[in-house]
């Protein structure tokens, strides 16, 4: 973690009143997010299983990332320089964040044991999530936005853009249709979790 990040202009979709609003991807993920985390993302999403708690819906159709602990995932990978954290803030709020490393290897046969990008962890703000939100969500770009980090994250550190990841079932639209990873099926070795990639040079 570090307490004064670099930060990028970005823009995310307000949902709401449907234009585009100023915000920030910050390298980094600082106690603020960790803050906003712990008393704004985990009260609200509490709130949400019990609504759907309340309504009968079946756990399998909750929240695959409800047990996260993001302060946990954090303080497990300070101080290694394999691991890069990315963070999207706007209105004063954390809206996405993500845990990327560098120990994984390519497995589409073009790129075989090439170094990659392995998105370790991504999640949007409670609030950001249709699979979660009854009402219109707020912003929209959140993870398109933090998968293209991690492309541009990839190609400066030589790996020509190449990005890896395991999907949660209720992810696997996103990544697969909204920014066009290649599937490359079920890993028997990891939860039986798809497998996503981009293409060398893969950009969106």
Known sequence: MTSHPDSTPI??????SEQMVDAELWDGITDK???????????????MLKAL????????????????????????????????CFSINCENMTQAMMITELTHRARIESQKNDHLVYVDFLEAAP?????????TPRFAGCGSILIRAAIEHSILEGFKGRVGLHSLPQ?????ANKV??????????????RYLTTLQNFRI
């Open 180 to 193: 066009s990873m290649t599937d490359l099926g079920l890993d028997d070795n990891y939860q039986k979790l």
């Open 53 to 84: 708690n309340r309504k009968g819906i079946e756990r399998k159709f909750w929240p695959q990332s409800r047990h996260w602990d993001w302060r946990a995932k954090t303080q497990g990978i300070e101080m290694r320089l394999d691991n890069q």
């Open 171 to 175: 992810a696997n639209d996103f990544y």
């Open 127 to 135: 609030w950001n999530r249709r699979e979660v939100v009854d009402a």
């Open 33 to 47: 997010n960790l803050a906003d985390w712990e008393a704004e993302w985990t009260p609200e999403l509490l709130d």
């Open 11 to 16: 823009q995310l979709y307000d949902l709401r």
